[in-house]
């Protein structure tokens, strides 16, 4: 986004930028005669920010109109509280989640005098010092708090409790996972772990509910998360049969190589963000006999070894997908999964494939392989490795859509059953005239064709970077009309 993109806005109130990479924040050019009041900067992996960047937005730097200020899931810390100058008005502050150890009842009554609500929930001051702090804030004569959000809910300090539900939820957990506060849950047959920040799992915590057979820790917006190691997994070992392991992009911990190796009774495993880069052999040691599902999203492959299902034969559901330098597959890399029936390769980055790659799916029924950069499909091997394919799907992909259609036509011809092809939202026909009529008024907005960061937002299947920039229809049809247009544009995605 240039710098000088917002001049010329003279009526926007409300100014939101999610999910573009600031890195460093400039100062942000508004030359007119307004501004807006209320301005939002959401995941921008911003690392940096220099003391005039909202100079020219007069509303917003007129610090004396500011009445609430969120600063929530950063990494702030080291504050001297100096940072809060003249903010005279500000009544709502929410510094939570940070990691600010640090809090200053009296620079914060100086700077901040009419402050009504504090949140500092989620930093990792310990419990004692954040009530300590609060209670020192709200006997302040020069203070008008009402209202302080600091929980504690440290495992530690929480009595166990019994849920009699097998499905059950947690959220809130700050600081070490111990063994006493799970080994409670009597009747807990699933258990899901969210919106926490765990900073240590203790020896054997995972599986200290005596009935827990299925679990998902969620370490998504957490910087300080512990790495998973054989301990954690302590009496998992005839007992856990389900895994489900999500990891902070930006920060992830990840999974030590032997920690799983004791759990044979495993037979889902579900990573999602975890850097494992090159796939190889044994980049997880788990019990090949058990294991039936094995599912990577968003994890970084660039690259995977033909080997890396040895000894994973009764594998029945892969997915790998969401990686954006993954181009390419190894031949035989499916040889070792006689018993596949159900494969996800969508939105990675491949292409040029030879459908050598497809070996030894002799059993497999569904292939999904939506938002590639596939240009050849070949329907002989197709039917010559995957014999008993159903369903395929081949949307978003770079070969026209006409051709697309002759495919799936041959593809039905030499399957001696029938199989269901998903390759165009709506006919070719009709996707023509809604691309033609898409295309013209593209081109009309903007004379050098679809900016890249529209065709960045269409490219990317999770949050899109630049939404500030680009807004698109979600509408099914029209985002396919829109990729189609960007393909022809030379910025496929």
């Given at each position: 986004?240039?710098?000088?993109?917002?001049?010329?806005?003279?009526?926007?109130?409300?100014?939101?930028?999610?999910?573009?990479?600031?890195?460093?924040?400039?100062?942000?050019?508004?030359?007119?005669?307004?501004?807006?009041?209320?301005?939002?900067?959401?995941?921008?992996?911003?690392?940096?920010?220099?003391?005039?960047?909202?100079?020219?937005?007069?509303?917003?730097?007129?610090?004396?109109?500011?009445?609430?200020?969120?600063?929530?899931?950063?990494?702030?810390?080291?504050?001297?509280?100096?940072?809060?100058?003249?903010?005279?008005?500000?009544?709502?502050?929410?510094?939570?989640?940070?990691?600010?150890?640090?809090?200053?009842?009296?620079?914060?009554?100086?700077?901040?005098?009419?402050?009504?609500?504090?949140?500092?929930?989620?930093?990792?001051?310990?419990?004692?010092?954040?009530?300590?702090?609060?209670?020192?804030?709200?006997?302040?004569?020069?203070?008008?708090?009402?209202?302080?959000?600091?929980?504690?809910?440290?495992?530690?300090?929480?009595?166990?409790?019994?849920?009699?539900?097998?499905?059950?939820?947690?959220?809130?957990?700050?600081?070490?996972?111990?063994?006493?506060?799970?080994?409670?849950?009597?009747?807990?047959?699933?258990?899901?772990?969210?919106?926490?920040?765990?900073?240590?799992?203790?020896?054997?915590?995972?599986?200290?509910?005596?009935?827990?057979?299925?679990i998902e820790l969620s370490f998504a917006g957490n910087g300080d998360a512990p790495v998973l190691t054989k301990d954690a997994f302590k009496q998992c070992r005839h007992q856990l049969e389900?895994?489900?392991?999500?990891?902070?992009?930006?920060?992830?911990?990840?999974?030590?190589?032997?920690?799983?190796?004791?759990?044979?009774?495993?037979?889902?495993?579900?990573?999602?963000?975890?850097?494992?880069?090159?796939?190889?052999?044994?980049?997880?040691?788990?019990?090949?006999?058990?294991?039936?599902?094995?599912?990577?999203?968003?994890?970084?492959?660039?690259?995977?070894?033909?080997?890396?299902?040895?000894?994973?034969?009764?594998?029945?559901?892969?997915?790998?997908?969401?990686?954006?330098?993954?181009?390419?597959?190894?031949?035989?890399?499916?040889?070792?999964?006689?018993?596949?029936?159900?494969?996800?390769?969508?939105?990675?980055?491949?292409?040029?494939?030879?459908?050598?790659?497809?070996?030894?799916?002799?059993?497999?029924?569904?292939?999904?392989?939506?938002?590639?950069?596939?240009?050849?499909?070949?329907?002989?091997?197709?039917?010559?490795?995957?014999?008993?394919?159903?369903?395929?799907?081949?949307?978003?992909?770079?070969?026209?859509?006409?051709?697309?259609?002759?495919?799936?036509?041959?593809?039905?011809?030499?399957?001696?059953?029938?199989?269901?092809?998903?390759?165009?939202?709506?006919?070719?026909?009709?996707?023509?005239?809604?691309?033609?009529?898409?295309?013209?008024?593209?081109?009309?907005?903007?004379?050098?064709?679809?900016?890249?960061?529209?065709?960045?937002?269409?490219?990317?299947?999770?949050?899109?970077?630049?939404?500030?920039?680009?807004?698109?229809?979600?509408?099914?049809?029209?985002?396919?009309?829109?990729?189609?247009?960007?393909?022809?544009?030379?910025?496929?995605?």
């Open positions: 986004m240039d710098q000088n993109v917002l001049e010329g806005f003279s009526n926007v109130d409300q100014l939101h930028i999610i999910g573009y990479n600031i890195d460093h924040f400039h100062k942000l050019s508004w030359k007119t005669s307004t501004s807006p009041t209320e301005l939002s900067l959401l995941s921008c992996n911003i690392h940096e920010i220099d003391s005039g960047a909202l100079e020219d937005l007069e509303n917003l730097r007129n610090t004396p109109k500011l009445h609430t200020l969120n600063l929530r899931r950063n990494a702030i810390e080291d504050l001297t509280w100096e940072e809060f100058e003249d903010l005279t008005n500000l009544e709502d502050l929410d510094i939570g989640e940070n990691r600010i150890s640090v809090f200053d009842v009296e620079k914060i009554a100086t700077n901040l005098p009419n402050l009504k609500k504090l949140s500092i929930d989620g930093n990792p001051q310990p419990c004692k010092q954040k009530e300590d702090f609060v209670n020192e804030l709200k006997t302040t004569p020069l203070l008008c708090v009402l209202f302080v959000v600091y929980s504690c809910p440290n495992v530690v300090s929480v009595p166990p409790f019994k849920l009699d539900h097998p499905q059950t939820q947690i959220r809130g957990i700050t600081g070490p996972l111990t063994y006493d506060f799970l080994s409670e849950l009597d009747h807990v047959s699933s258990l899901k772990i969210y919106d926490s920040r765990i900073t240590k799992i203790e020896s054997g915590a995972i599986c200290a509910p005596p009935n827990l057979r299925t389900q895994l489900f392991l999500k990891f902070d992009f930006d920060s992830p911990s990840g999974v030590e190589e032997d920690a799983l190796e004791d759990l044979i009774e495993l037979r889902t495993l579900s990573l999602e963000c975890q850097h494992l880069g090159h796939l190889k052999k044994d980049f997880l040691r788990v019990n090949g006999e058990a294991l039936t599902q094995l599912v990577l999203v968003g994890c970084h492959i660039y690259k995977i070894d033909s080997d890396v299902f040895e000894g994973l034969d009764n594998l029945k559901g892969v997915e790998i997908s969401f990686n954006q330098n993954l181009t390419s597959l190894p031949e035989d890399l499916f040889v070792n999964t006689p018993k596949l029936k159900r494969l996800i390769l969508k939105y990675n980055k491949l292409r040029s494939l030879s459908w050598d790659e497809f070996q030894g799916l002799v059993v497999l029924e569904y292939l999904d392989l939506t938002g590639n950069r596939i240009a050849n499909f070949d329907a002989q091997k197709c039917s010559k490795f995957m014999p008993n394919l159903r369903m395929l799907e081949i949307r978003r992909n770079l070969l026209p859509c006409k051709l697309k259609e002759a495919f799936a036509r041959r593809l039905r011809d030499n399957l001696n059953h029938d199989v269901t092809v998903l390759y165009s939202i709506g006919s070719c026909k009709e996707m023509t005239l809604l691309v033609t009529l898409l295309e013209r008024q593209i081109w009309r907005e903007a004379e050098r064709g679809p900016s890249p960061a529209l065709c960045d937002t269409i490219c990317r299947p999770r949050p899109p970077v630049n939404a500030a920039t680009a807004t698109v229809p979600q509408e099914p049809w029209i985002r396919a009309a829109y990729f189609a247009i960007c393909s022809w544009a030379g910025m496929a995605c």
